[in-house]
């Protein structure tokens, strides 16, 4: 099979998951959360926290999505998981109410995986290329400004009000970008992000970001994800989509 | 008094109107209209063409806010004005299907002006800067890519299904980019956008563009113009914002 034949037929725009897939969320919250703790006085091991807190991320979401819950944006349940996990840990008295929203804001300024800045060039050329992530419209816009990412344009959850891997805000990314789901690629290096975007029609690639979770591994696999295609980075991902 | 001091205070992102105020619709649909008349066997004055097309868009707009009619894309609203237009020149049976829809889709590819991409990026550089217009969010999407113009985000009337003059774009692009509409610097070369943005509580800034209606004339002038600012184009809207 020749890198052209994997591309998906029809394929007008490309919608890539941001936490994870585009930035690399876990060493950049994992220093931000290490400096503020220094500056507070408190012992704090990043690398965990963070992933204590990503832990939080989907159960966080999923009571929206749910009805258990009204609509929230990113940045309140994050700071609900935070102050739960500041007590948890027994330093919620060292942190105030600025170094909490410092690290809230941590979630806003993520470093891009190295492929990233490149590889978006090279399918913008072909494609109209959106970021569509959980994260709030702002947040977003912020994360990727700061991150010099080449995206047309931004898309969130936030315009659906319901968060992915509910099918709206797949559907949602469709309409505004006016194509048809089938139409739309969602690039993730998660499958539970794909499996939302194929339930609402949408074609799928998975991109691995095998140190996502960190050194201890855990991240998803090619071989576990069902997906129109697999890619190893979005270089790879520019290549089999015949991007030069 | 200084350039510095015209700035408002306290605004923390730029939202730019694109028709007329970004782009130069009137050149670009003009020869576009021309090439596909000539193609069709029809004569037709493009810029006065353009011009007509132009001058049903504010009435049909009103009509999606006033609610006589329910939300339709701007798309749609530029297609019932051409088939009206085409058959008040008599050249209806001219233009078949397909060249109506490329007619619509003119509005898609607009030649920027001179000075956008350059003041945007200076802009940029200091503020979070956004498309906000009343063509719908894949339009801008793919007007802004063709035109190179590097804006941070696209936000679109669509968002609010509602079209400005109407305080909901305004509001809802506030909202979106999570700053307060006072926070919130409307740019525009056109005095009912920014009598708009004025009244749901936006910063306003002027910018004049005095071909934007072709040789005739006609453009607002920055003397009629209520605004807390006012500049000759992008880079002098970025003198005076203090962007180098």
Known sequence: MTAAESAPAGVRAVAFDVFGT???????????????????????????????????????MA????????????????????????????????????????????????????????????????????????????????????????FDCILSAELARRYKPDPAPYLTAARLLDVEPGELLMVACHGWDLAGARAAGLRTAFVARPREKGPAGGADRAADVPADLA??????????????
């Open 22 to 60: 585009t930035v690399d969320w876990r060493t950049g919250v994992a220093e931000q959360v290490g400096a503020v703790a220094r500056r507070c006085g408190a012992e704090l091991d990043g690398g965990a926290f963070a992933d204590a807190w990503r832990e939080r991320y989907l159960p966080s």
């Open 63 to 150: 009571r929206v999505n749910g009805g258990e819950r009204p609509w929230a944006y990113l940045d309140a349940l994050h700071r609900e998981s935070l102050d739960e996990l500041l007590e948890r840990h027994g330093v919620g008295a060292a942190f105030d109410e600025a170094a909490r929203r410092e690290l809230v804001r941590a979630w806003h300024r993520l470093p891009p995986w190295a492929d990233a800045a490149e590889g978006l060039a090279r399918l913008r050329g072909r494609y109209v290329v959106a970021a569509l992530s959980n994260g709030g419209f702002a947040l977003l816009t912020a994360l990727v400004k700061a991150a010099g990412l080449p």
């Open 231 to 244: 890619a190893a980075d979005f270089t790879d991902l520019a290549d089999r989509l015949g991007c030069p």
